[in-house]
Every structure is written in C-alpha cells, then in structure tokens.
C-alpha cells in the first residue's frame, strides 16, 4: 500500500484574526497498512448514527484541526453516535475492514491526541450529552462521555454538588475526554484525580464490545480496576461511552486572594504555609511570574490589583462556614504578611471581583496567543527546581523568542512554561526540543503533567517511562486493540 507522509505543521497565530498560516513540517510518520473507506462504507457508517455526521475534507475542516491548529488531519468522514450501541457498532465495522478511528470530544486538547493524523474515522461524542442520573446523597452522578464540563456543573448545582474538576476549557471539553486525558486542573489539589473520582465506567473496545463497569460503589474490591485502563490512556485503548463520578460538595463559602512576592522561593514558602495554616480548606495554589502578567497588559488590557511584582500567587478556600473561612485566611494573610513572606495582595470581596482575579490566570493562554506563534509545554517538576526551567530556557533562547514565561499548578508541582515568537521558527523548536524534555528527565520531572503524550510527545515518552514500563504499556495495546485501529500515532513511541 502506498506509504503518505503525514506531520505536524506549525502555524502562525495572527492577532489581527487573519486565517492561520501553515510554514513547516516538524515529525514525520507513515500511514499505517489500514483499510480505505469507499463510497459505500461511509454511507453505512453514517447510517448507523441516522445521518448525524459530515462527509468530506472540506466540511470535516474544524474536525480535522486541534485548538491550537498545530497538528492537522485529513479524516474524510466524521460520525456522531447517539448511544453507546451506536458507537459499537461503527466500531464493530471498522474492526472488520481495518479502519482506523480517532475518538473526539470537545477537541481542546493540547498535544494532538483528539485529531485524526491522515484519514482516520472520527467518532465524535458530542451527542452523546445526557446526564442519566445524579443522587445528591452519594454524591455521584453517572453522565454520558459528551456531557460539558459546564453543564455537568450547571445540572448538579441544584443538588449542591460540582464537578472535582475545574478546568479552563470547562465551556467545550467533555466528560469523555477529560477522563480519557486524565485531566488534572486548579482543583486537583483540594478533590484528587479523576483516577480516585471516577467510580464506574462504560467503554466501547476496538472490536465493538462493549465493556461494562458501571458501578456507584466507592468501594469494589473484585479483582482487577479495568476502568483504571482507559483512564490516561486517551483513547487508545478504548472509547469511553459513560461514566459515574464521585461528586464534590458544592461550597457554600469561597474566598480568593491575589498576593505578590519577590522570589520564587517565597512561593514555595507560602505554599508549605498554606497547607499549614489553611489546611482542609485550600482549594488552589496557583503561581504566575511577572512575564505573564506583563503578557496579559500587553495583550488583553489586564492589571492585577496590586502593584506587579515579580511572582504573583492566588490561593482559593472552599468551605462551609463562611464567618469560620474568612477568619481562618484572614489570619494566615496577616501572619505571612507581616513576616515578609508577601509583599502586597488583597482578597476577592465579591463574585465579579474573583472572576477578575481568576482571569489573570485563567486567561494566559489567550494573551500569549497574540504575540504570534506558542510553544507550550506542560511538565511536572519537583518544588525544589520548579522554576529553574524557566530561567535556564530563558537563558538558552535569549532575545530569538519574544517571551518565555511560567505559571501554574503550585500544589501539585505542575508547570506551565510557554515560550512566543511572531512566527514559527525552525531555529527556536530546536533550540527547546528534545532539551526541556531531557532537562525534566534529568530532575526526576514528568513530560506531561496533565495535558497526556497525544501525538506531539510520542518520541520523549521513554524520558519519563522505563523500557519495562514500555513494554508491558505495548503488552496491553496489543491485548485490547491488535489492530491498533484506535487512535493509532498516539501515546506508544512510534517506531
């Protein structure tokens, strides 16, 4: 069979709006031995979803392209199932003529992972959007894999839970993925991962069996957690059709501070203090550098509230007691005030007000895409040499980059380090890879703290992963999809 080059492209992100530009190659792979859909196959496939999908490159064009426009597909059929019966049965099909699908939610990821790399079959979830059952005693809803985030949220508010995640793409990414992703957030901290919130699960294998683990238990001690399988495993080993979630109680008191301090080691400080002192009511320990917030001045007209300083931490409480919270931060903001520990900071007074502070955060990614092309990167460190990556990349790169900047998740020692130029640049993407891998191997990091390996980071997976880890990761691909028709070129090195 004929052999197509398929690559991630880089694009340049125009801030006037102008159609992006597609300017380089970067990886190159080579389509796998996998069946080609004729006329006939895609009309049947479309049949088995009634009709509810597109046919065509050119109407697949924001199917075919992840968030950030950087890798690109060519998929020529998209389908969206409405049941779990559904998604089987376009499975089921695929399996017998050998061809390759890519399942696909809210399609925000960051790593290529929900985007087909040549012709694959996307199986899109986005109907499959109920919420089947909330039990507001248990705490524990069971919601189909297209639910939103938001609207998970907005159905389990009157039943004063939440969701124990809470992500920046909460307006389009969908339960499926999230958990496919293992999706960590600001909240991870305070409510865990999706692995301990995740109770039961449904999921479609390669084959078109259906597996069902549906359970509500918070406590199943029967053998082996094959729920834990495709959780992480974005979409390789299986498509998640439904899920049960261990819900979070929805606070009754939240409070929000913004602080500056004048070195990172401070930071580090405040969070062992936070801990201390705020204890079971910490939600979040956020950390964003100067640069950022210079980016977010430059790009989208915002200030933080208090005069800039070098570091800037938000810290949110979630609790039940308002009189009892406030007192609690109140005294801690004091204690680590007068200390020196923080320069200047002030606390959220009203929900607009939080929702001002959150956007400095919330809102990093939108400014930096104005300055031109990004290269992100999401990594976990440990505390000790947390943001020595970023000075030694900003040492590296020099004046060749408009920006090099670092914020996020302190609590679980997870860093957001982006890095800007007005265009793609050949001489830049080599300057930062494979070094920022190779560096974070070298301190005992991880290459991907949240965001999963997708299709970007296939070739650094061994940094952070052993051969024998590797190996038994193939041993179970092979077991569950020996075709390897489920989103194939993602997570496994592509040798």
Known sequence: MLKRAASIQKV?????GLTPQYTAEKYSVQRGDYGKLSSDDQNYLLSLVNGKGLVGEKELEGYNVDWMRIVRGKSELMLKPETTQQV???????????????????????????VPVFDEVILNTSLMNKVEEIDPVSGVV????GCILDQL????????????????????CQLGGNIATNAGGLRLLRYGSLRGNVLGMEAVLADGTVVDCMQTLRKDNTGYDIKQHFIGSEGTLGIITKASVLCAPLPSSVNLAYLSVNAFEDVRKLFSRAREDLGEILSAFEFIDNSCLVCLEDNLKLTPPVDPSPFAVVIETHGSNS????????????????DGTVLDGCVAEDSMKATNLWGLRERMAESLMHDGYVYKYDVSIPLQKFYELVTVMRE?????????????????????INITTPAYSKEVDQLIEPFIFEWVS?????????????????????????????????????????KNILNPYKVLPLI
């Open 323 to 338: 009189s009892h919270d406030y007192d609690k931060l109140e005294a801690f903001l004091e204690s680590v005030m007068s």
């Open 153 to 172: 949220n907005a159905e389990l508010a009157p039943h004063k839970l939440m969701m124990p995640l809470d992500l920046g793409a909460k307006g389009s």
């Open 142 to 145: 069971v919601a189909q894999a």
């Open 396 to 416: 590296r790169l020099g004046e060749k980059v408009l920006r090099c900047v670092g914020y996020g998740h302190v609590g679980d020692s997870n860093l957001h």
């Open 12 to 16: 340049v992100r125009l801030s006037s």
């Open 88 to 114: 089987s049965s376009i499975l089921k099909f695929c399996h017998s003529r050998n061809i390759a699908v890519v399942p696909q939610g809210g399609n925000t990821g960051l790593v290529g992972g929900s």
């Open 442 to 482: 070298q301190v005992n990091g991880s290459v991907s703290a949240e965001h999963g390996i997708g299709f970007k980071k296939t070739q650094f997976l061994h940094l952070s992963k052993s051969p024998e880890a590797i190996a038994q990761m193939k041993l179970l691909k092979n077991a569950m999809d020996p």
